[in-house]
């Protein structure tokens, strides 16, 4: 093959190719419904989310969903942040944790059952 060949075959293909735009990473973007993500204050954060739970009897999971961060970071929160410095709503918000995790296994069972009868 010559290379006038070469040249013509690698000018039919473009030279860059394009690719979809990358979605937002979930820290830029201020999910609609959510609280909001609040990097800074994380005493704030811990006071929004252990009165986010005691108000509506929530799971780790689904604050985390709520506030657009993870569970990890809301446990840590939680757990080891928010008895530092308001130990009264630590309190309160371990009571509600310790009610979600002796119900989890029931959770557990229920979502299972609906994974294989399918409803």
């Keep these: 093959m010559s290379r006038a060949f070469f040249a013509l075959y690698?000018?039919?293909f473009p030279l860059l190719k394009?690719?979809?735009a990358a979605a937002p990473h979930r820290m830029d973007q201020q999910e609609a419904g959510s609280e909001?993500?609040?990097k800074?204050?994380?005493e704030e954060r811990a006071e929004?989310?252990?009165?986010y739970i005691i108000e509506n009897r929530s799971?780790?999971?689904a604050a985390a969903q709520k506030f657009g961060i993870s569970k990890s970071t809301v446990h840590k929160d939680?757990?080891?942040r928010l008895p530092l410095f308001n130990r009264p709503l630590y309190i309160q918000v371990k009571e509600v944790l310790d009610i979600n995790k002796a119900q989890?296994?029931?959770r557990g069972g229920i979502a299972t059952r609906k994974k294989y009868r399918g409803g």
């Design 10 to 12: 690698a000018l039919s």
């Design 18 to 20: 394009t690719y979809p």
């Design 36 to 38: 909001g993500v609040l």
């Design 40 to 42: 800074g204050n994380m």
């Design 48 to 51: 929004r989310l252990a009165l």
């Design 59 to 61: 799971t780790v999971r």
């Design 78 to 80: 939680i757990s080891e």
């Design 104 to 106: 989890r296994h029931i």
